[in-house]
């Protein structure tokens, strides 16, 4: 049974700032992954889809890496903004079919 | 492209009532989902349609929820009787090929 991690479950950070958020899965047979974020009382936005055969995605500010062997993904933000502030969760799809298992997601917080 | 359209938004019922959820999925998409997420969870997977037919419902407590998709485009999702641990927010999601886009959700209160 796949089980997807995610740490920091909270995160807090000035203004400016890089970051890293992480995430990690039990199965390496994946189909692929995708970070969403997440505002409080709002349903998912996608914010990058990894299939397995790729490396990373890049869209503005975010980068997300995937190495499907160690069983990773990250999602970098550069020079962070209050309007970052959100849950950002990530997801895998299993090879069997197109169900997402999500992780428990980082609450994001970007002091002004 | 309009998205994922969910009704009602909010709904607060008393242990034991009945409810039902809505879901218009994004024009074109045959695969439809219902999610449950806890608060402070990720979504768990209730169940997923191929157009009208069910692909996966492992994880659907059929002793009281139920969902439906009869011809292939809308689906509800009801539970009979609510316990108070359904409390919860139900998001809907639809995809094409592979990627899956959410509508905003229903938060329901169990009392």
């Known amino acids: 049974k796949q089980e997807v991690t995610q740490i920091p479950a909270a995160l807090s950070v000035p203004e400016g700032e890089n970051l890293v958020l992480n995430c990690s899965f039990t199965?390496?047979?994946?189909?692929?992954l995708q970070w969403f974020r997440q505002d409080p009382g709002k349903g998912l936005t996608s914010l990058l889809l990894i299939q397995s055969s790729q490396r990373e995605q890049t869209s503005g500010r975010l980068n997300a890496s995937l190495d499907k062997s160690s069983g990773r993904s990250t999602l970098y933000i550069a020079a962070s903004q209050p309007g970052d502030s959100a849950t950002y969760l990530c997801a895998v799809t299993g090879n069997a079919g197109n169900m997402l298992t999500f992780g428990g997601g980082t609450r994001l917080m970007v002091k002004p | 492209e309009a998205g994922v359209a969910q009704s009602p938004r909010y709904k607060i019922i008393e242990k034991r009532q009945s409810v039902a959820f809505w879901c218009n999925p994004i024009?074109?998409?045959?695969?439809l989902y219902w999610y449950q997420q806890i608060l402070g969870q990720g979504p768990k997977l209730l169940i997923q349609?191929?157009?009208?037919?069910?692909?996966?419902d492992s994880q659907l407590p059929k002793d009281r929820f139920s969902a439906e998709r009869l011809k292939g485009v809308d689906s509800t999702l009801k539970i009979q009787p609510a316990k108070l641990e359904d409390s919860a927010v139900y998001l809907c999601a639809s995809s094409l090929y592979g990627e899956q886009f959410f509508g905003p959700g229903t938060r329901l209160t169990v009392l």
């Open positions: 024009s074109g998409h045959a695969t």
């Open positions: 199965d390496s047979a994946i189909y692929n």
């Open positions: 349609f191929q157009n009208n037919g069910v692909v996966d």
